[in-house]
C-alpha cells in the first residue's frame, strides 16, 4: 500500500504520510491527537496535580474546567495536522557530529507519534519542561519559525498559529503538571517536583493570549502555583 500523505499543499508542516509501511502487507495509521485524547491529559491536572496541592474541585467546577477546555480544543481540530512527536524537547535530541544539515539532529523516543497541529512540537521545544527558556529567546524563535512557514506557504496564518501555540502550551504544561504530580506521589520520583515552577512559568505565558481568557479565570480561582522553589 502506498504511503497516504496527510496534504496536497507543498507546505513545511503538513506534507507527511499518515500511513507508514512496517513491513511487507503490515502498514501502521498514524493516531489521531484528537479532542478526546487531549482532554484525558489535561485530566491530570484535576487528579493528581490539584489534590497534591489540597485543592479538591467540585464536581460542578470540574464540569466547567473541561466543558471550557472542549470548546478551546475545538480551535485546533480544524487547524492542518502533521507528524508530532509530542516529546520534542532537549532530551530526545542528540547532537550528531559527524554528520551534515539537519541530519545532524538526531531523535529518540517517538514511538509515540500521533497526527496534530503543527504548533505541539514546537510548544515542546521552546517551553523545554527541563531546562529554562527565557522568554524572549522563546519570541525570538517563534517568530522566526512563522517567517519560514509564511515564506513557503502562502495559506499560513500567523496569528491563527500564534492561537494554536497558546492553546497547545496551556494543554501541555497543564499535561505536565499533572504528570510531574502523578510521578512524585504515585511512582516515589519527588525530582521531577523541582521542574513544576518552570512549568508553571510557561503555563502563565500562554494564558495570557486572548484566546484563553475565559480558561485563565478558572485557573486563577482554583489552581495554586507549586510549592517548590525551582532547584538549581
Known amino acids: 500500500m502506498r504511503p497516504r500523505s496527510i496534504c496536497s ?14 513491513a511487507p502487507q503490515i502498514n501502521y495509521a498514524i493516531p489521531i491527537f484528537d479532542i478526546a485524547a487531549m482532554l484525558v491529559e489535561i485530566g491530570l491536572m484535576l487528579e493528581w496535580y490539584l ?4 485543592a479538591v474541585p467540585s464536581n460542578a467546577e ?33 547532537w550528531l557530529s559527524d554528520r551534515s544539515g539537519i541530519s545532524r539532529v538526531g531523535l529518540i523516543d517517538f514511538q509515540d ?42 495559506t499560513f496564518d500567523p496569528a491563527g498559529f500564534a492561537e494554536s501555540y497558546a492553546i497547545m502550551s496551556a494543554q501541555r ?12 506521589r504515585r511512582d516515589g520520583k519527588p525530582q521531577y517536583l523541582r521542574h513544576q515552577p518552570r512549568i508553571w512559568t510557561y503555563l502563565t505565558r500562554s494564558l495570557a493570549h486572548p484566546a ?8 486563577e480561582t482554583h ?9 538549581a
Not at 466543558?67 to 507528524?83: E, S, Y
Not at 499535561?175 to 510521578?183: C, E, K
Not at 502555583?225 to 525551582?230: F, H, I, K, M, V
Open 113 to 154: 507519534a500521533v497526527l496534530g497541529p503543527a504548533a505541539y512540537d514546537l510548544v515542546s521545544l521552546l517551553q523545554d519542561a527541563r531546562i529554562d527558556v527565557p522568554e524572549q529567546i522563546e519570541l525570538t524563535l517563534l517568530t522566526r519559525y512563522i517567517k519560514a512557514r509564511h515564506a513557503t506557504d502562502n
Open 9 to 22: 499543499r507543498n507546505c513545511i508542516a503538513c506534507c507527511y504520510p499518515e500511513i507508514l509501511p512496517l
Open 62 to 94: 470540574r464540569g466547567e474546567f473541561v466543558g471550557q477546555w472542549h470548546d478551546l480544543l475545538g480551535k485546533t481540530a480544524a487547524v492542518p495536522k502533521t507528524w508530532m512527536l509530542r516529546d520534542f524537547h532537549s532530551p530526545n535530541l542528540i
Open 212 to 219: 484563553l481568557a475565559g480558561i485563565r479565570g478558572w485557573y
Open 173 to 184: 504544561n497543564t499535561r505536565l503538571l499533572g504528570t510531574f504530580a502523578r510521578l512524585n
Open 223 to 231: 489552581v495554586p502555583p507549586p510549592r517548590l522553589s525551582r532547584l
Open 51 to 54: 489534590p497534591d496541592r489540597d
